[in-house]
């Protein structure tokens, strides 16, 4: 048996209010107001299609019993790196094996759908992780910007403990361009909604879902969970009368709540339907661009036993509330904002210094002392202990996943900070160990000495004037 054998989902915090984005823009388009109901997902400065992917396969290896991984693969269409590998920045965050398959897939909306197919028709003896991720930029006052968000989900290919059974796939390939964004584009260009209902989706899924049905030997009327990703509100519904599904099994897309994230709503909305699943469940994933992806799956018995640390019901829950719609402009550089002389300092990655400490920068990796078992960070030639100093005794000790306490921290809005203040102070790690690091999604009155934090892999700085961001691990206030 192949299929699906663990899930995990990351939605950003902070969910935009569409009555503040109408309110900004209706004097435009009065159309907006109606769409200005709930809210969506929104990245913060320091968040971007890497680092959501890292959180949503952190919580996919959680509920994985097995976490060394075969293969890695990343699915978006807003990958920050053009020439170099985005999944191996994702891969060596996790400090996965060096010997990992990695590889990123991007270019089309069922990005996500075809590596999944991939994953699953090559059976792959131990598990494979695909994770989608998206960060999509939109005009201001768009219809896009209502009705979008960012997103990442992961799931994980396997034959063992398998929690969602793969029946089969098909896939219908015809250059319907619906939308597109051009290599020297910062945004994607659509055509009309009921033009792309009806000659798009109501004419590639049906027979491409009938095909497949057809040789796993279901009827429509069987399937308990169909998932359509779009940001068309009425489309699923009306897909599913003309394929004869259920009403009750269409998977809402989030509209409401999170936003359409693009090319990872489809492993979004999977992961959102094995977490609400019953064994024997039938799930009908669409997979939707340039053509269609149709994957069909049958939930186990198994998938009791297997729940991630988050999951899609945790990541909705872990929401805070923004209505600064000039902060979401601000972040997505859709304004040019005064940043001041010291946010013009040049910020030039050396990378053969980057190499040379990319155990501590990407995999957050210290040490702990042979001799002595000390723990330390970073990791030096020298054991920290006064009465030990040992020489070389250092092996790798992860920090990334330890909780930490906040010893002393500071609110500084002298420093330069994409949304100041500056929050950054000493944090003592469970186990031994203590760094100066920044605090990240701080609200004003979370933070003390004493307070509890996770760790998260953040960006740390942009260099402009090269193209190239920073990343490293940041702390956040869990109480926040």
């Avoid at 006052?141 to 969602?164: H, N, P």
């Avoid at 069909?296 to 009791?304: D, G």
């Avoid at 509330?321 to 001041?340: A, M, P």
Wanted: proline share 3%.
């Amino acid at each position: 048996m192949i299929g699906i054998t663990a899930f995990g989902a990351y939605i950003p915090r902070s969910r935009l209010s569409k009555q503040a984005m109408s309110d900004a823009n209706s004097w435009f388009d009065a159309g907006l107001k109606s769409l200005a109901k709930g809210e969506r997902s929104i990245c913060n400065w320091d968040e971007d299609t890497i680092t959501m992917a890292v959180e949503a396969t952190r919580d996919c290896l959680t509920a994985l019993e097995k976490k060394q991984l075969a293969s890695l693969y990343l699915a978006s269409t807003t990958l920050p790196f053009l020439d170099r590998q985005n999944s191996v920045v994702v891969s060596e965050a996790l400090n996965l094996e060096k010997n990992i398959r990695t590889m990123d897939i991007s270019a089309s909306q069922r990005a996500a759908t075809s590596a999944l197919i991939s994953l699953l028709e090559s059976r792959p003896k131990s598990n494979a992780m695909l994770v989608a991720s998206e960060h999509r930029r939109t005009k201001a006052g768009s219809r896009s910007e209502m009705l979008w968000g960012d997103a990442a989900a992961a799931v994980s290919v396997g034959t063992e403990k398998v929690i969602a059974e793969f029946l089969g796939a098909e896939t219908y390939a015809v250059d319907f361009v619906d939308h597109y964004r051009g290599s020297d584009s910062d945004f994607d260009y659509d055509w009309e909604e009921r033009w792309i209902r009806d000659e798009g989706f109501m004419k590639s899924v049906p027979e491409t879902v009938d095909k497949l049905l057809a040789s796993c030997g279901i009827d429509a009327a069987q399937i308990t969970h169909f998932i359509l990703p779009t940001d068309q509100a009425r489309t699923p519904a009306a897909l599913a009368k003309k394929l004869g599904i259920n009403a009750q099994a269409v998977v809402d897309n989030q509209i409401a709540s999170v936003g359409v994230a693009g090319a990872a709503q489809a492993i979004l909305l999977l992961a959102k339907a094995i977490e609400a699943a019953n064994p024997e469940d039938l799930i009908l994933l669409v997979g939707f661009g340039q053509g269609c992806d149709i994957v069909l799956f049958r939930v186990t018995e198994e998938v009791s036993n297997t729940k991630p640390k988050q999951g899609v019901n945790g990541a909705l829950l872990a929401r805070r509330v923004e209505t600064n719609y000039n902060k979401f402009l601000s972040f997505n550089k859709l304004v040019e904002r005064d940043i001041g002389k010291r946010g013009e300092a040049d910020k030039q990655t050396y990378l053969s210094g980057y190499n040379r400490r990319k155990d501590l920068l990407t995999s957050f990796i210290g040490g702990v002392c042979r001799e002595c078992g000390t723990v330390q960070i970073p990791r030096d030639k020298y054991c920290v202990n006064p009465d030990c100093h040992a020489l070389e005794s250092q092996d790798d000790y992860r920090f990334a996943d330890k909780a930490g306490t906040v010893a002393t921290w500071t609110a500084d809005r002298l420093t330069f900070d994409w949304n100041p203040p500056a929050y950054f102070g000493m944090v003592e790690f469970e186990g031994g160990g203590k760094l100066m690091m920044d605090f990240t999604e701080v609200e004003e009155g979370t933070i003390d000495a004493g307070t509890r934090v996770s760790l998260h892999f953040r960006i740390k700085q942009f260099d402009t004037q090269r193209g190239f961001r920073k990343y490293f691990w940041k702390a956040m206030p869990l109480s926040s």
